[in-house]
Structure formats: C-alpha cells, structure tokens
C-alpha cells in the first residue's frame, strides 16, 4: 500500500494561493452588495432577500461542480478546469456588477458572481484532500484561511484605498454607485484571475489510479462509502411530507398576507419534496447512475462525521450571514445614526464597515497560523469550540459599544472565530471522505452553510420588522447567540475523527 507523500511548504503554498483573489472578490461582494443594493433603491427589510441568491447558488452549483470534477480526468487535471473557467467568469462579473443600472440587475448580477465564485472555491477544498495525507490538511486548511484573510483583507479595504489614497468620490448621487465602488471591483476582478491562475499553473494532481492506491492505505472507517440504495418508497413517501408542509406554509402565507420573505422557505419545502419524489420515480425505472440521483442518494447516506458537523455548520453561518446581511445597515443606524445612503454619515460609516470587515480577516490569517499548533495541542473540537464561543460573544457586543471607533476590538475575536470556521472542520470532514468522492461530499456538505443562509433570508428580515422595529443591530444579537451553540455542537463530533 502506498501512502499519500507529504508536500513541501510551497507546494502547498502555492496550491492555496488562488484563494487569495477568490476571497477579494467574495469580500468585495460581502462588503458592498448591501451598499449597492440600498444605493438603488432597496429597502432595509428585504435586503435578506436580495441575498438569497448567494446561498441559493451555491446549493445548486457546489454539488454540481463537485460530482463534476470527482470525475473529471484530461490533460488539464481533475479540479484546475473549473479553477479555470470559475475565473475567467468571476472576473468579468465583478466588472459588471457595480455598473449595474437598476436594482434588479444588480440582483441578478449576484447570482451570477455568486455561481462563478463557487464554481473556482468549490474544487479548492477538495484539492487539499486530494493532494495531502491526513497529517498535513489542518495545515493546508490554515493555510488557505491565510489566504482568505489575507484577501478579505484587500477587498474590504479596496473602496476605502480608491477614496482615501487615490482621491475617488465615495457618496452615492441619485442611485449612482460611487466611482471608489466601480474601481474597486475592477481591481478585485483583476487580483481574482491572476491568484487562481497561479495555483493552476504551479501545482500537478494525482491520477484517479494513485489515489485508489493512496486510500487503500488509509484507516477503513475513514474512507467508508455506502452504495445500499435507499428504498424508493422512503424517498417517494419522504417527499409528499415535504411537499405537503411547504403547499400547506404557502397557503397560509398566501391567504394571511404574510411577509414574502417566508416564502422563502416554503418554497425550500416544495423544491426538496419534489426533489426527492422525483429521485424515487428514477429508482423504480432504474436510472440510478447520474448525477441527480447521485447526489441526492450521497445526502442521504453521509458520514457520521458529516451529519455531525452539518448541525455545527448551521448555527455557524447563521450568525456569519446575520453579520454580513446586515452589517452595513447596523453600523449605519446604530452606530452612526442613518439609513439614509445619500448622506456623508451613511458613506462613512459604509465605509467603516469595510475596514472592520478588513480587520477580522486580518486577524484570522494571522490566527490562521496559529490554530495548527492549538489544534494539535488541544484538538480540533475543543479548539473551534473556543473559538467559536469567543467570536459570538464578540458578536453581541455590538449592541453594547456605543463609540463605532472601537468596534475593531470585538472584530479581532470574530477573526478568530472565522479562522477556525474555514479550517477545523474541514480537517475533520476530509479525514472522514474516500477520495473518489471528496468533491460531491464538499459540495454537500455546502449544504449546511447555505441552508442557514437562506433560514435567515426568510426569517431574520420579518423578524426584525415586526420584533424588533427594523433594528438590524439585534441581527447580531442573535447571530453571536447561535454562534456560541454552534461552538457547543461541535463537541457532539466523534472524538475518532480527530485528524490521524
């Protein structure tokens, strides 16, 4: 049996480096999507809505793209091409989309960004499984945290540099995005093409036969798959209860005139209702060899370790997208005292947003070379259940700090927690995945962080309407409440998946 070789530092340096410019065009996005939404016309309340595209794309194309490059095998490699085009199509709509010319646009420019940027960042977590032993992916998970934070930290900072270096008007006019905006994301869509470009250049693959021989190697609980087919009668029966709770939710939506954002989620029901109904009639005609029945027969027939982790996750990013979604329209209001985006208050404090968004990614590619040892001293669960604790509380000492010039002081415990969130569990997923199907299960496992997302899509903008007068400051409240429960399910993990 033959075991994985260890890489030098290089190689993997130079294997997560095209995180670098991914994470430039995922923060510009993070950062200013809400700005430019609110610049054309959006109204805080359905900002959550807007965003729905993001998540939703990322349900749909990450599992795609994963099943995909599982197998795929030519000249150019087994994940590089979609590195490739991811790209080639990010870069472009990131020039696009601060141009756009009405609300609507501007929406369906984030779908397609979204997409892009998931087709590139999907293969890059199982490129680390592919390519390294299980020693050594704490630290290449690290190591691409270094790179997001590195990254995060140019696209936050980006409209900040075109304004205060570069002298670009920062104040929105009549629903104009600003010029700093605009070249902002030309820059980012520039540093995206390059970044990944390089990784695809600097780095080989194994052949699918070298890593056949490389999992032959490996603990059996940790390259366990399960084939037994699901009966078609528990997919059929499961997907009319779906499909009934979600007809049911729509119904009294509809006829109590509801807040649309709830639809949300009622038309989350139906689409897995339908979903799994129609992998049933593909059973019983035996269609079980492609990629819907696939992926769904993987969802239901995941590691321990997975489903695990899957409840970490969630509570995870509903307190990162809380902070996200919001971010702007919190500090704005609560800190700085506006909603209103044509105002030099709303510009600075926009802006301020910006660089604190900078500044926890700064933190956590310097945490990012830490938790390696910390994790090895104390070991991934204990490790990301701290940081987690910490970064939800910092979260919630938003509301408490009146003074926005300190808010950078509870960013450096939300850096830490967002280096653990990027790497532990991905250490502890991909020592629990073969290798023939390390992509389909990252793009599962995707799952768990979008349906979180799209949870907080249709309930956190009703929520803070009707609860809590508009306030988008109590969405970090209980986004750093969910955070700590989440650093408290991590404990639920198996002990034996620790990286060996």
């Known amino acids: 049996m033959k075991e994985k070789p260890v890489l030098k530092f290089m190689q993997i340096w130079n294997m997560c480096f095209g995180f670098l410019g991914i994470q430039v065009g995922f923060s510009l996005q993070n950062a200013n999507v809400s700005r430019i939404f609110q610049t054309l016309g959006a109204e805080t309340e359905n900002l959550a809505v807007y965003w729905v595209a993001a998540p939703l794309t990322g349900l749909i194309v990450q599992p795609i793209i994963g099943y995909m490059s599982d197998r795929t095998w030519n000249r150019f490699g087994r994940r590089r091409p979609y590195f490739t085009v991811g790209a080639v199509l990010a870069s472009l709509a990131l020039i696009v989309m601060p141009n756009s010319a009405a609300l609507w646009m501007a929406v369906g420019m984030l779908w397609i960004l979204d997409a892009s940027i998931n087709i590139s960042m999907e293969p890059f977590r199982a490129f680390v499984g592919d390519m390294l032993p299980e020693k050594q992916r704490t630290a290449a998970f690290s190591m691409q945290t270094f790179f997001i934070g590195i990254g995060a930290v140019i696209g936050s900072y980006l409209p900040w540099i075109m304004t205060n270096w570069f002298g670009l008007d920062n104040v929105a006019t009549d629903g104009q995005i600003p010029e700093s905006l605009k070249v902002a994301f030309y820059v980012g869509g520039f540093m995206f093409r390059v970044s990944v470009m390089w990784t695809v250049f600097s780095t080989q693959e194994y052949s699918p036969e070298e890593l056949a021989e490389f999992d032959a190697a490996r603990p059996p609980e940790h390259v366990a798959d399960d084939t037994t087919l699901r009966p078609a009668s528990k997919y059929r029966n499961g997907g009319i209860v779906w499909l009934a709770i979600g007809a049911v939710g729509w119904y009294l939506l509809t006829i109590n005139s509801l807040d649309k954002q709830l639809y949300i989620l009622a038309g989350m029901f139906i689409a897995f209702g339908l979903l799994q109904i129609a992998v049933s009639v593909q059973q019983n005609m035996g269609h079980t ?37 919001f971010g702007t329209p919190a500090v704005t209001s609560h800190h700085y005292g506006t909603s209103d985006t044509s105002t030099v208050a709303y510009a600075e404090g926009a802006d301020w947003i910006g660089v604190l968004f900078g500044a926890y990614n700064g933190v956590a590619a310097l945490a990012a070379i830490a938790i390696p040892f910390v994790a090895s001293a104390l070991g991934c669960r204990v490790t990301h259940l701290i940081n987690l604790v910490l970064g939800g509380v910092c979260l919630i000492s938003f509301y408490f700090i009146a003074a926005p010039d300190i808010l950078w002081i509870p960013m450096i415990g939300i850096g830490i927690a967002w280096a653990s969130i990027l790497s532990l569990p991905y250490a502890l997923l991909s020592s629990n995945l073969p290798s023939h199907k390390m992509g389909i299960y990252m ?39 969910l955070m700590i429960v989440a650093g408290l399910a991590t404990m639920l993990v198996d002990k034996a998946a620790e990286p060996q």
């Open 289 to 325: 060899k492609n990629g819907l029945y696939e992926v769904v027969h993987d969802l239901f027939h995941m590691p321990k370790v997975m489903r695990q982790l899957a409840l970490v996750q969630f509570f995870t990013w509903f307190g990162l997208f809380s902070m996200w979604v």
């Open 443 to 481: 793009g599962i496992f995707n799952f768990f962080i979008v349906i979180p997302q799209v949870t907080v899509a249709g309930v956190l903008g009703p929520t803070l309407k009707y609860f809590f007068d508009g306030e988008a400051i109590y969405a970090f409240i209980m986004g750093g409440v």
